[in-house]
Nanobody
Framework: QVQLVESGGGLAQAGGSLRLSCAASGRTVSSYTMGWFRQAPGQERESVAAISWSGGRTYYADSVKGRFTISRDNAKNTVYLQMNSLKPDDTAVYYC??????????????????????WGQGTQVTVSS
């Protein structure tokens, strides 16, 4: 069993920055891809970014490329999402998640919601214009 706790959300102005953290406990997640998702009011949850177990491979949604950076510190069992140049459209609840299976040795970075099985409770990010 894995417990994930997100932090770092809050209110930011357009053009500003926030850094989200996701701390894992219960077991190490160093062998698993980690992902960030978000859900805006009235919309489906969508993938934002994902990072392979080693950090060597990443995925970003087109809407955040060049503005968001995902990273991880396996020694701390933590994954981060640095969000720069924030836009009002980035307003959502942000969730981190752990992939269902390890992808060690694979170049594949899962991005679909169904490929993840452990989820945090989410942290609210609100960007004002």
């Amino acid at each position: 069993q894995v417990q994930l706790v997100e932090s770092g959300g809050g209110l930011a102005q357009a053009g500003g920055s926030l850094r989200l953290s996701c701390a894992a406990s219960g077991r190490t997640v160093s062998s698993y891809t980690m992902g960030w998702f978000r859900q805006a009011p009235g919309q489906e949850r969508e993938s934002v970014a994902a990072i392979s177990w080693s950090g060597g491979r990443t995925y970003y949604a087109d809407s955040v490329k060049g503005r968001f950076t995902i990273s991880r510190d396996n020694a701390k069992n933590t994954v981060y999402l640095q969000m720069n140049s924030l836009k009002p459209d980035d307003t959502a609840v942000y969730y981190c998640a752990t992939a269902r299976i390890p992808y060690i040795g694979s170049s594949y970075v899962p991005r679909a919601e169904g490929e993840y099985n452990y989820w945090g409770q989410g942290t609210q990010v609100t960007v004002s214009s």
